[in-house]
């Protein structure tokens, strides 16, 4: 437990605060080198690619005995000045994989834009409408509790015999013999 809660420690530290201050050193130089700002970019799309592998299999991998040890022990090995390691991960796995299959990826980018926008149109729509309903419902509730009524006009209400009303029909029949 205690290793384990040490560890993350250690892994936002060394994985993400002290790369995120690099980072943030080489991009505010007057004149940044490129090569620095491209390994720093590189660095946080490996970041970015193994944090999402990392939630969709964690339930394989998490389990594994130094997992947490191994993975900031890769983080240190990608910025570490001797060994540079974003550059050769990037250039060796990441960016040929992805130079193959970008335009499928693209494409299923493009298809899943089209989609949310869509989803988002018909929910957007749905939540109008739900909302202007509920709306004129109140509307209709405040009107309807804030015209009073006399007392005359209730009793009148309450009196007045309906046409289907059985003493009304026998009053009828009484008078017409």
């Not at 946080?44 to 991998?61: P, S």
């Not at 929910?123 to 909302?131: E, M, R, S, V, W």
Request: with cysteine; charged share 25%.
């Amino acid at each position: 437990m205690i290793g384990s809660f040490l560890t993350r420690g250690l892994l936002m530290v060394f994985g993400y605060a002290y790369p995120a201050y690099e980072c943030f050193k080489t991009v505010e130089l007057n004149k940044p080198e490129i090569q620095q700002l491209q390994f720093w970019c590189q660095y946080w799309i490996i970041v970015a690619a193994l944090t999402i592998f990392e939630r969709i299999g964690d339930a394989l991998v998490s389990w594994l005995p130094m997992y947490s040890e191994a993975k900031l022990a890769f983080f240190i090995y990608l910025w570490f000045p001797k060994t540079k390691g974003t550059t050769y991960v990037y250039d060796s796995f990441f960016r040929p994989y992805i130079a193959k299959h970008e335009n499928e990826i693209d494409r299923n980018l493009v298809k899943v834009k089209t989609r949310a926008k869509d989803m988002a149109m018909i929910y957007l729509q749905k939540a109008i409408n739900q909302g202007q309903t509920k709306f004129f419902e109140i509307l209709q509730y405040i009107t309807e509790q804030s015209t009073p009524k006399s007392k005359a006009e209730e009793k009148k209400e309450t009196t007045i015999p309906k046409l289907d009303d059985p003493i009304l029909k026998v009053k009828e029949n009484e008078v017409t013999k």
